[in-house]
């Protein structure tokens, strides 16, 4: 079995998805991470940018609310293994040209407002007019059935869903739940619905529309706690809930005297009696309080309390060897120096080092988190450069003239 | 109208929340999804065992999980049993699972094992910590993933404990889907089956990636603590705000001179302030300063003010909401994001519904989650041909 899964790097191996063609129409995060997905796995995908100043994200520093250090992490990794076409798309050849793309392309993508497509004559119709095969795909905002006339950027979203005044301890500020946690999210649902549409092209012959949005995503993403709200309207579900009154005191967050630890046991008198014979704490072991899952769980309150003074002795490593002696599954809660020098993110990929053009060295990314063992992923090259593969695409892939990409340059359509 | 999973078949072994709800979602999408219901599979969220799931009259996230699916309750320990295991794989496309490598390997249900029935088998893995590395014999459970992945320290403010967001589980779930169509795709094209493992470790990673790729790009020691909300690099994007009432106000405008006359005006500061009137200084000298204004001039209206306010003026800035909000929009329920679902027996409840929308073969809820064993003689006799008599004969010996 380890064998069978071991990662395979040898020259020649094939990828899924070689052979479909993707035009990228994206900015900034979702539809590029979705786009990033398709090409980790060998899709030919040409992002499609405006010249001069291209996708927004290429900008990035100069907005100033993210940190982005000397080379443009935030572009460059969503972009990865991909084309860079510059058209203007404010001129009627430009939009031609993409039609003409479109109508040699498996996929068309964008996350670019409804308005915005329809205004540029790009919509779904005229598209798949021109290419009935073509999988027209959007990630819009707040979904295709209603337009609505709002921003939505992640946390925007994000903030309507309710989840995230659901985290963290009671009277503490919401919490959002990382920069483009909902975006990511909705970007491999789009990706998926893509897979999806071209696993039933191959009986009907036909693309179709789908739409992967923010907010669909991220409902979705609360699934845990808003489903059963769903269900019970009960307001426990909603509101936030404290560590110290945790039902079930062996699943739970426990400070050691360097670091958090998360416990993760089922309420049963098994591992009760494993966990009271690592503790050191004969009082709590013999408190009759605790003597049974019910009482253990009636007395919660006082089991967190007794437990936090306990872990809190040692450091967690000690913890850690114990549990894992008696059986217990646990973890160290790390920070993101810990998972940077963590094996197990590299040995599977899920971390990765590539060469960066841009600084001229070898750079950290983040990797492939979906593991196939004959046609696995892989990241060839990060980020193009704006608009480098123009000229050889329009000759490629629209068997265009030179003199015919000459007079496109002259008029401003190509840079 | 059509479906886009028309005819595939998928066999599920699987006990984890995340794992079974990819079968759920190839199931609202068509597949025919067969979950193998063993008692050594018991389905994970039929009891409270975190203690953060009081028991509901409906269990509802079981409902989510295993819908659109059939149940076969089989015992895989008889020879018996075995034997229509086998054939059933025989039939099928994807098999999906969250068994450890060891278990896997122990009864028989490893890669190798099924392939001696469909060779073409596509062996799809929901795990805790991936195929490789010295972790990967790890449970699956989301909790032990999620704090490995670095960032439960720093979500929250300073001196607050850390915070587990359930949230990671959820990207390994479709990872996991698109993982299957992307070896369903190869498949298609050469033949060829595969494993496919997607693992709440990388699930999680992904679900926070830009706060990690920041740090793997700067490896800076203040992405390691977390920061005060009135201590953020921009005071109009990320920063939060209590509002008089109680709701809490997020701003997302990073782009602080596009939006700032129109921001002040709502706020009631003059546009011409010398403290905030450009970018630099906003960002910049004055953010600190900025932030304590912000934090006062939002005190002192309640919520529903300035959700009325922000949305008239277009400014992407929103009152944080809490799970009333999509209960009620009607745009959650026009995507069907949220369904409204009459239940046999419980009436009219909601649900979660389907994230991705397709033209052409729309998701739908073709059955509510199966009961323990409910199509164990229908898929017998429909889906593997045998006989009334021999089907009696299982059920009497206790193989089914």
């Known amino acids: 079995m380890g064998e069978a899964i071991a990662l395979i790097r040898k020259e020649g191996v094939s990828k899924a998805l070689e052979g479909i063609r993707v035009l990228d129409l994206t900015q900034w995060l979702q539809g590029p991470v979705c786009a990033q997905f398709l090409a980790d796995f060998g899709a030919e995908v040409i992002h499609i940018e405006r010249p001069v100043t291209g996708d927004g994200a290429r900008g990035v520093r100069s907005i100033k609310a993210l940190p982005v250090g000397d080379w443009n992490q935030y572009f460059l ?74 921003p939505s950027y992640d946390i925007n979203v994000q903030a309507l869903t309710g989840i995230m005044t659901r985290q963290g301890e009671p009277g503490q500020p919401p919490i959002y739940l990382g920069m483009g946690s909902g975006d990511t999210y909705g970007g491999i649902m789009s990706a998926l619905g893509i897979l999806l549409a071209l696993h039933q092209r191959r009986r009907t012959g036909r693309g179709q529309y789908i739409d992967a949005s923010l907010y669909g995503a991220q409902l979705f993403m609360g699934a845990p706690t808003l489903q059963p709200f769903l269900a019970s309207r009960n307001p426990f579900y909603a509101r936030q809930q404290s560590r110290k009154n945790a039902r079930n005191p062996l699943w739970n967050r426990y400070r050691a005297k360097d670091k958090w630890l998360f416990l993760c046991a089922e309420n049963d008198d098994e591992n009760w009696s494993k966990l009271c014979g690592s503790l050191d704490a004969p009082d709590t072991a013999g408190d009759a309080r605790f003597a049974s899952p019910q009482s253990r769980a009636e007395n919660h309150v006082a089991l967190v309390e007794a437990l936090d003074s306990a872990v809190a002795k040692k450091p967690a490593q000690e913890w850690l060897e114990r549990w894992r002696a008696a059986g217990l599954a646990a973890s160290p809660i790390q920070n993101l120096k810990e998972l940077s020098e963590d094996p197990q993110a590299w040995e599977n990929e899920y971390l990765m080092k590539t060469h960066c053009n841009e600084v001229g060295r070898e750079v950290e990314i983040r990797g492939l988190p979906v593991t196939l063992s004959k046609t696995p992923g892989s990241v060839e090259t990060l980020g193009p450069e704006l608009g480098q593969d123009t000229e050889i695409l329009l000759m490629e892939a629209l068997e265009m003239e030179w003199d015919r990409i000459e007079e496109l340059k002259a008029e401003g359509v190509i840079p | 109208m059509s479906k886009a999973l028309d005819e595939l078949v998928v066999v599920e072994i699987c006990s984890e929340f995340f794992a079974s709800l990819c079968g759920a979602m190839l199931g609202d999408f068509g597949a025919r999804v067969i979950r193998i219901d063993d008692r050594s599979n018991p389905r994970s969220v039929d009891h409270d065992r975190d203690g953060m799931h009081p028991p509901e009259r409906w269990n509802a996230l079981d409902e989510l999980a295993h819908r659109n699916k059939q149940s076969l309750a089989l015992d895989l320990g008889k020879p018996a049993g075995r034997e229509i295991f086998d054939k059933l794989i025989a039939t099928a496309d994807v098999f999906l ?79 996991l889907a698109f993982g299957i169509m992307t070896a369903l795709h190869h498949r298609e094209e050469s033949g060829e089956g595969q494993i496919v493992d997607a693992s709440l470790l990388g699930g999680n990673m992904y679900s926070q990636s830009l706060d990690m790729q920041a740090y793997l790009a700067m490896k800076d020691d203040r992405f390691l603590e977390p920061v005060s909300r009135l201590d953020a690099g921009n005071p109009m994007s990320g920063p939060m705000y209590p509002s008089a009432d109680g709701p809490w106000v997020t701003l997302a405008m990073p782009d602080t001179d596009k939006y700032w006359p129109t921001f002040a005006e709502v706020v009631g500061l003059d546009v011409d302030d010398p403290r905030f009137d450009d970018h630099e200084k906003r960002c910049g000298e004055n953010r600190l300063e900025m932030m304590q204004v912000l934090d006062e001039l939002f005190a002192k209206q309640p919520g529903s003010h300035w959700q009325k306010l922000l949305a008239e003026k277009q400014l992407p800035a929103d009152v944080i909401q809490t799970y009333d909000y999509p209960v009620e ?72």
Not at chain 1, 95 to 123: E, H, Q
Not at chain 2, 124 to 129: D, I, Q
């Open chain 1, 77 to 150: 990794v969503i972009n990865r293994n991909k084309k860079s076409i510059a058209i203007d798309l404010k001129k009627a050849a430009g939009r031609a040209l993409l039609c003409d793309l479109a109508a040699k392309a498996d996929v068309f993508l964008s996350n670019f407002p409804i308005d915005v497509l329809r205004g540029l004559g790009l919509t779904y119709e005229k598209l798949s007019e021109i290419n009935p095969g073509l999988v027209y795909a959007t990630n819009t905002g707040y979904g295709h059935a209603v337009e609505v006339n709002r």
């Open chain 2, 97 to 175: 699972t969250d068994l450890p490598f060891a278990e896997q390997a122990a009864r028989g249900l490893d890669y190798d094992a099924l392939r001696e029935h469909k060779r073409d088998i596509i062996f799809a893995r929901g795990s805790g910590f991936g195929p490789n590395g010295p972790d990967r014999d790890l449970p699956a459970i989301d909790e032990l993933a999620a704090a490995r992945t670095g960032v439960m320290p720093t979500l929250v403010q300073p001196g607050e404990p850390p915070v587990y967001t359930g949230a990671g589980q959820m990207q390994t779930t479709v990872m």
């Open chain 2, 329 to 400: 929009d009607p745009t959650a329920k026009a995507n069907r994001y949220i369904l409204d679902l009459e239940h046999p027996s419980l009436g009219s409840i909601q649900s979660l519904g389907f994230p991705i929308y397709m033209s052409e073969a729309p998701a739908r809820l073709r059955r509510l989650a199966p009961t323990v064993g409910q199509h164990s003689a229908e898929i017998l006799q429909e889906h593997l041909g045998y006989s009334d008599a021999e089907i009696e004969s299982f059920e009497q010996d206790g193989t089914i």
